[in-house]
């Protein structure tokens, strides 16, 4: 079936297009080579006769030997199936490729980040700034030539630490003693900041609005980086009429990790506790994400026992999240901590199953190539049998009964924020956001990985938009995930947790990888490519936590300065995967 | 101070309150331990000597003690998280680890209001500069804790190109607490740390007290990477030396 449908594809596309696209043929690739001339076309033609209208993934590559700039589209159907590949290589000097943002909005900061990682330039975008990075960086970090400061060796393991029988830190062996690299003959008297001027020229026009008789001017407001209410470090630059938002531009990177470039040196494995701090909140389904993308490049299966225990603390890491999500949403209305706190009591019981698994309360660790890396504990699992029959549907309710029919949850949140169907799709926006906004597409339906098609649960939808929906979603959600436990743990198997030995060092053929998962906060995705070696060759994490503000100022226009603190809060962003 | 209530000063530092409650019994018995002045027991008996009937009521202690007393159990912490680590953080503010017992529940989303700054999490060179003006922002006495591995050296990602390595390099540190994340009862522990340390300040030496007012401390600047203001004054010829060696690593 999947075979016929992707030949009668090859065929419209090959009548269509002739030799401007080309399906992929290297080794372990996938997908179609589109040229850049084309890509406008091309896009077009697959979001509107092949019906992909999810542009879920931008990213891009660079192959050095190649000398080529390639970029890489994943595109979905919001109806469900397997992924489309298309790809449009360039040159590495002064690479340019036409934006997509005009055909799918969701490309705006993907594009971004691409330009400003990888220097790949997009034509036609409309405000194509640094967006991890700050103005005036020197250089694009990921580009396989250039290297930061504390550069050791392209791959890890590095060599020995202490060549002559003395240790040695990195600082002792670079300028300054510190993680800095300027450009050569760089002077900071001849130097002039970049400054901000272009952030703020790219917000809508400042004129002054007439036609209510008061002249008054726009003002701009900056809201973080620190700031209690935008949830870690994230700044919102809102222009303002009075109170009401004109424009608002979402600044990011306070918190740019350099997970990639990382990512890039370290072996596989090693790579598993780094996807613990992208959504810190989560991190099991971020190491849930990660093994199945290597999963599928090395053709391995985890056993029974291990899928059942991986949808377990999947979906445990669901309930944290959204109690979580939900009190903090509620500090963001004013109900100051109080919720929070019922919040936090229920995910400390889930904390205490993950420190019983995997010895750590937050950063778990898990997950393993081909399995687990601990089965459970003596009685861990009537402890979640406990909490899946007993004590979270309890809870639930109680949470519904403070929150759903309060009346200043309602008043703050109907109506505010709205994303209609096909913003959100066009956005790229993903999970609760999405289907907040009347799109029932959720990864586990969708394109079911692991078990998930074995278990009875419905796909929550709500169909407003709105920040109130967006809150209802994850209590359904919550009510779903539960269902989902009680019966996994009924079902829960013996048996082995691994398959083969657990290694170190895993060999993984070349090729290239997506594997996603619906994480809580939505569609999270690996893009792994192997080149054989013990590192990955790119690296590149597809984050639902950074595309789901694409729509931020969509969402805003129009609304008040207070509601956008809301509006944020029903996102629900983590810092730790926006910035990665 | 509450009306009715006398202080005598002594040239020691000791002193002596009388009227209400017998308030400041428990500074007297905190231990004795590290204190930069201690008093000679006999000064307390000799010179002060209370009479039969204020026995209840009247303890005798130093002002040191009576000032770290205050200060170390009312540390208002700056409501300020960059990572990981701001959500074990928040989770010592909740229920189960509770920090409130020590008096540290009022968390400020303003610097000026604030005592501790808790660095929890990842320094970035983005960050940075706003980390050191929220620092320059609070007022005296302020303290630093770093939390965890990030805050206090780099931590897993101290080898990426925007990541400073260790708050310590900008603000200066008053406790590290280890950890990736450090449990609550970590954190719990490095605030009691934190207070057995403010136990140990005296009055006379703090520099908050001193004649020179302390110094802001310089933002650093964002340029083709992070720019340290005090690096200026000889960045040339660092910069050509690491040009020079740059060049002959460039030749072999
Ligand atoms: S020390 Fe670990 S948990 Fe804390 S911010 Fe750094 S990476 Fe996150």
Request: some cysteine; overall charge negative.
């Amino acid at each position: 079936m999947a075979e016929t449908e992707s030949t009668k594809v090859l065929d419209e596309i090959k009548t269509k297009f002739g030799d401007a696209v080309s399906p992929d043929e290297r080794e372990g690739y996938d997908g179609y080579l589109v040229r850049a001339e084309n890509l406008l076309d091309f896009a077009t033609f697959v979001r509107d006769a092949l019906g992909y209208d999810y542009l879920s993934s931008v990213t891009g590559v660079d192959y050095i030997v190649e000398d080529k700039m390639e970029v890489v589209y994943h595109a979905y159907r919001t109806s469900g199936g397997p992924a489309l590949l298309f790809k449009v290589q360039t040159q590495r000097e002064k690479s340019v490729v036409p934006s997509l943002v005009s055909i799918y909005p969701g490309a705006d900061f993907q594009e971004r980040e691409a330009w400003d990682l990888l220097g790949i330039e997009f034509e036609g975008h409309p405000d194509l700034r640094r967006i991890l990075l700050w103005d005036g960086f020197h250089g694009h970090p990921l580009r396989k030539d250039w290297r930061e400061a504390y550069f050791e060796e392209d791959q890890k393991p590095f060599g020995n630490r202490w060549p002559e029988g003395k240790v040695y830190r990195i600082e002792d062996k670079v300028p300054f003693n510190k993680n800095v690299k300027y450009p050569a003959n760089f002077t900071p008297e001849g130097w002039v900041p970049e400054g901000e001027g272009t952030l703020y020229a790219s917000l809508g026009r400042m004129e002054k609005s007439n036609g209510n008789g008061t002249g008054s001017e726009h003002i701009v407001v900056n809201l973080g980086p620190q700031h209690p209410s935008t949830h870690g470090v994230f700044r919102m630059v809102a222009e303002l009429d009075g109170e009401t938002i004109v424009d608002l531009k979402p600044v990011m990177g306070y918190l740019h990790r350099n997970h990639e470039k990382i990512g890039e040196r370290n072996t596989y494995i090693m790579n598993m506790p780094f996807t613990d701090r992208l959504d810190y909140i989560c991190s099991m389904g971020n190491n849930f994400a990660y093994a199945l993308s290597v999963e599928k490049l090395m053709d391995v299966q985890p056993p029974e026992r291990a899928e059942y225990l991986r949808v377990i603390m999947a979906e445990l890491t669901r309930v944290v999240n959204h109690f979580w999500a939900i009190g903090f949403l509620l500090n963001d209305l004013g109900a100051f901590f109080t919720p929070a706190l019922y919040a936090i009591n229920e995910r400390e019981l889930i904390l205490d199953v993950f420190e019983a698994v995997s010895g750590s309360r937050m950063m778990c660790n898990y997950f393993r190539f081909g399995g687990l890396a601990r089965d459970l504990p003596p009685g861990t699992a009537e402890v979640i049998r406990d909490l899946a029959f007993e004590r979270l549907p309890e809870k639930i309710d109680e949470l519904e009964r403070y929150l759903t029919e309060n009346e200043i949850v309602r008043v703050r949140g109907e109506g505010v924020g709205v994303l209609t169907a096909e913003q959100a799709i066009g956005f790229a926006a993903a999970g609760p956001v999405l289907r907040a906004s009347g799109v029932p597409y959720d990864v586990r339906k969708a394109e079911p990985y692991s078990i998930y098609d074995r278990f009875d649960f419905d796909v929550a939808v709500r169909y407003n938009g709105d920040v109130y929906d967006r809150y209802l979603i994850r209590v359904d959600e919550i009510r779903q995930s539960i269902r989902i436990l009680q019966q996994a743990i009924q079902d829960l198997p013996e048996g082995e947790i691994q398959t083969g030995r657990p290694q170190y060092q895993v060999r993984v053929p070349a090729g290239e990888s997506y594997g996603r998962v619906e994480n809580p906060k939505g569609e999270l995705g690996f893009y792994v490519i192997s080149d054989g070696s013990p590192t990955p060759y790119r690296y590149h994490i597809r984050a639902p936590s950074f595309i789901n503000v694409t729509g931020m100022a969509e969402m805003s226009r129009g609304q008040k300065i207070a509601d956008v603190v809301a509006i944020l809060g029903s996102i629900d962003i983590v810092l730790g995967e926006t910035d990665r | 101070m509450p009306l009715g209530v006398s202080i005598i000063f002594s040239g020691s530092g000791a002193w002596q309150q009388t009227g209400g409650r017998p308030l400041f019994a428990e500074v007297g018995m905190a231990e004795d331990v590290n204190q930069e002045t201690p008093i000679p027991e006999e000064e307390n008996g000799s010179e002060f000597e209370i009479p039969e009937e204020l026995r209840g009521q009247v303890t005798i202690t130093t002002l040191d003690k009576l000032y770290n007393w205050g200060r170390r159990n009312s540390v208002w912490p700056m409501m300020f998280g960059l990572a990981c680590c701001a959500i074990e953080m928040i989770c010592v503010a909740a229920s189960r680890y509770d920090f409130s017992r020590f008096g540290m529940e009022v968390m400020r989303p303003s610097p000026r209001q604030s005592d501790l700054m808790i660095v929890s999490g990842t320094v970035t060179k983005k960050m940075i500069p706003q980390i050191v003006r929220l620092y320059n922002q609070m007022p005296e006495p302020k303290y630093v804790l770093a939390m965890g591995a990030c805050a206090s050296g780099g931590g897993p990602f101290k080898e990426g190109y925007n990541v400073v390595s260790g708050v310590d390099k900008f603000v200066p540190v008053d406790v590290y607490v280890p950890g990736c994340p450090p449990t609550p009862q970590a954190l719990l522990h490095g605030l009691i740390t934190l207070q057995e340390k403010i136990d140990k300040q005296s009055i006379q030496s703090v520099r908050w007290y001193s004649k020179q007012a302390s110094e802001p401390i310089p933002i650093p600047i964002l340029g083709p990477d992070l720019i340290d203001p005090r690096d200026l004054p000889d960045f040339a010829e660092r910069q050509a030396a690491v040009e020079e060696k740059a060049a002959a690593e460039a030749k072999t």
